[in-house]
């Protein structure tokens, strides 16, 4: 199994976001057994919280499911079990490897998936209130990304 974890601050607006997105591609190609998707913050205000409204109604109408996904923090246990970390910006970083385990853990950054974008952060739609740029960023950097977990991990020689 290939585990991909997406990293960002409060755990309610990007991160599962692109869980959502993620695991709906990967349902598409009938690859739910090989590949599971999981999402997480760094900061504890919203620990078992639904996304919030603006992640639900833009995932809504692309008819995504959220299903039963609620906050969590990133734990010590993550770095163990993840072979992709994804941060959402460089401060999610910064955060997480200040966690006891994620010292030395090997971390890619979202936009680091689609490096002709200008923008080298995802913004945080909590602050900027723009769900659907974000939703843009998401649904493209999925699609690379998963053609690379394709192709690195899944694919036989
Ligand atoms: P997220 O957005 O990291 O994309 O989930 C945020 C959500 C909540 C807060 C900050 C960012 N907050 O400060 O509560």
Redesign the pocket.
């Known amino acids: 199994m290939v585990n991909v974890l997406f990293v ?10 692109a869980e959502a997105v993620l695991r709906h591609k990967v349902s598409e190609r009938q690859l739910a057994d090989q590949i599971s998707v999981d999402s997480a ?1 760094t ?1 504890d ?2 620990i078992g919280n639904p996304p ?1 409204e603006g ?1 639900r109604r833009i995932l809504d109408l692309h008819g995504i499911s959220y299903e039963n996904m609620k ?1 969590r923090l990133v734990s010590g246990d993550d770095f163990e079990k993840f072979q992709y970390i994804i941060c ?1 910006d460089k401060s ?1 970083g910064d955060n997480v490897r200040k966690i006891p385990g994620g010292e030395h853990s090997e971390l890619l950054f979202f936009m680091d998936l689609l490096p002709e974008a200008e923008l080298r952060e ?1 913004p ?4 900027t209130g723009n769900f659907e740029q ?1 939703y843009e960023l998401i649904d493209a950097g999925c699609d690379v990304l998963l053609e690379q977990i394709i192709k690195d991990k899944l694919q036989q020689a």
């Open positions: 960002c601050l409060g755990n309610i607006c990007r991160s599962p976001m913050g900061g205000w919203h919030h992640t906050a959402m999610n995802v945080d739609p909590y602050f974000v």
